[in-house]
């Protein structure tokens, strides 16, 4: 059920505050704006650097018709208990429009624990969903962000460290005791996996994304400012792709650019400057002739890491395609 919040929303403040949100990925569909985050659990149980603290089991669909409209809340639009494959943890979601169809993918943890990808439908863009049977075959970690190409390609970004379980993949199979690389090696890119016409499937294998610096050297593990850790997303911008991501232990989110959406992409520098709360998760989007950025902190909480909110800026380029820097709380 839709509910209109009597909330207009302000940039740089929670979008909306009758539930705690995250991870927002913002798309415009059928002239609205419309945003698809994890939906906090408001517990006070324990945090570890396994992530159990996020506990989440169902999302919710906020639109906006414009940067200062009210925004709706339009109700549950998927829960873990109409997941078949699924056990727990709905994580960051991301959202697509193809075959007059609106795609969700999400992450959780199939029945042996280990984060798989899923896809469901809806003919609306507010869903509510219905998940596939299964979980996407040759999935696994976090954070789906999905890229529809001009010419009608579409991507699948993916991959996170600790919790979301990037590192235990190296071999091309789950092991549950794999370690990342050691700090003077290169570190772990996200993955990218083409889609199928029908959304539904890969339709090449998952390879990982090399992130270089200015000289061309990949990116190392023990270069905490730049590395990648969860939360990828893509965006186009004056003919290049715009690859942004989470630092993780850093806080920040950042961001290296290319020239095809596999990469390589060259890092470029940081959007965001670390938020209240550990967790740090975005998306880029151009809404009525401006570009913002979506993301979330945890101040709605006072702080608490996996009670989370929403937020939304203004982005602006320089004349070289670069990104200037966002800090939120500088007046
Ligand atoms: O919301 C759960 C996890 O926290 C997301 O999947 C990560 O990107 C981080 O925001």
Known sequence: MDTNTSKKAVQNEPIVTHIYTADPSAHVFEGKLYIYPSHDIDHDGPTNDNGDQYAMEDYHVLSMDSADAEVIDHGEAL???DVPW????????????????????????????????????????????????????????????????????????????????????????????????????????????????????FQTA?????????????????DEERRYFEGPWMHKYNGKYYLSYSTGTTHKLVYAVGDHPEGPFVFKGTILTPVLGWTTHHSIVEFQDKWYLFYHDASLSGG????????????????????QLIAPYNK
Do not use: C
């Not at 608490?304 to 990104?323: A, P, Q, W």
């Open 79 to 81: 829960h873990v208990k």
């Open 86 to 201: 699924a056990s727990q943890q709905m994580w960051a979601p991301d959202a697509a429009y193809k075959n007059d169809t609106y795609y969700l993918f999400f992450p959780a943890r199939d029945k042996d624990g280990i984060f798989r990808i899923g896809a469901a439908t809806s003919a609306s863009p507010s869903g509510p969903f219905n998940a596939e049977e299964n979980y996407m075959e040759g999935s696994f970690s976090i954070d789906p962000a999905v890229y529809v190409d001009e010419d009608g390609q579409s991507y699948m970004y993916f991959g996170g460290l600790w919790g979301g379980q990037l590192e235990k993949w190296q071999s091309g199979t789950y092991k549950p005791e794999a370690e990342g690389p050691a700090a003077n090696e290169p570190a772990l890119g996200p993955q990218v996996a083409q889609l199928s016409d029908d959304m539904l499937s």
């Open 206 to 222: 998952p390879m990982e994304i090399l992130i270089v610096d200015e000289n061309g050297d990949a990116i190392q593990a023990g």
């Open 304 to 323: 608490v890491d996996h009670k989370r909110s929403v937020k939304f800026t203004e982005l602006h380029y320089n004349e070289d395609g670069t990104i």
